[in-house]
């Protein structure tokens, strides 16, 4: 019997032998791998910025094929091109509810409909409660909250027709602690969480699985301003169990177990990834 394939999953760490049980966690380089988790011919619709850029190479380098979508044009074709073959990008905004339509049937050209779609947008505006205006209220709910509702509304019937779709929505450690100057984001973000229980128990009987990540404190656009101040961003660390905040590529393993076949039987979940924060 001929030697099993090696793969190596993240880029840069040590190779592993890989196992049919847990592919998961290789690479696209791997064929046996990804045909075994059923990543091959699979269409990944990724919305959103820093976050949403880990998740989607992750996705791709599994062997989906990979929809980007962001506001920045020049942004989004870096992405996509350092991203190589089976990547697109899709320019929109989806805190533009009366957009949607038309970004939902642009993501569908360059692939096909999307079997996947990761709704990682975000934004935190960072007011006091007493200076939080009606627009900033609305766009930050209608980003993080509608939007994911109102986007896979329109992607559902292919997900539906094929009997196979993954929903993984991005909510946030404010699902369940109040930070300071955050109550629209920390509002959307609870809020996600509830949706996305909401989706699992409508969907759920399409064979379309709906989860989300909680993630912790990374290196983000939305949490440069607390990285930017160091003090703040070591107290962070400290209250988690492992000492560190979190790398980009600690959500990718996430993101991959609950977007794959290895996930069938979870849905309504919310996953945190966040060193052990909350439970401290």
């Keep these: 019997m001929p030697a099993p394939p090696i793969c190596a999953w993240p880029n840069g760490s040590r190779a592993t032998t890989c196992r049919s049980a847990r592919p998961w966690r290789c690479k696209a380089a791997c064929p046996a791998c990804s ?27 599994a062997g989906a094929a990979v929809v980007l979508s962001a506001r920045r044009e020049a942004a989004l074709a870096e992405a996509v091109a ?18 949607l339509t038309a970004l939902a049937d642009r993501a569908a050209k360059p692939f ?39 986007l896979l509304r329109l992607l559902l019937p292919a997900m539906r027709e094929r009997g196979w779709g993954r929903v993984l929505n991005i ?75 979190g790398r980009l590529e600690d959500l990718q393993g996430a993101a991959l177990f609950l977007c794959s076949p290895a996930a069938d039987y979870m849905t309504g979940q919310v996953l945190f990834v966040d060193g052990g924060f909350t439970a401290k």
């Design 35 to 61: 045909t075994a988790s059923g990543w091959r011919g699979r269409v990944a619709l990724v919305t959103g910025g820093s976050s949403g850029l880990a998740i989607a190479r992750a996705l791709h380098e």
């Design 171 to 245: 909510t946030s450690l404010q699902l369940v602690r109040a930070m300071p100057d955050s109550i629209p984001y920390g509002a959307a973000k609870g809020g996600v969480a509830q949706l996305t229980r909401a989706m699992a128990e409508a969907w759920g009987r399409f064979g379309i699985a709906c989860n989300a990540i909680a993630p912790g404190f990374f290196p983000t656009g939305l949490t440069a301003p607390v990285f930017a101040d160091t003090a703040r961003a070591e107290r962070l660390a400290v209250q988690t169990f492992l000492g560190r905040n």
């Design 112 to 150: 096909g409909p999307p079997d996947i779609v990761v709704h990682a947008a975000g934004l935190n505006a960072r007011q006091p409660w007493e200076v939080v205006t009606d627009a900033a209220w609305d766009v930050q709910i209608e980003a993080m909250l509608a939007a994911p509702f109102f």
């Design 82 to 99: 350092a991203l190589g073959s089976r990547a697109a990008a899709c320019v929109g905004d989806v805190a533009d509810r009366a957009a």
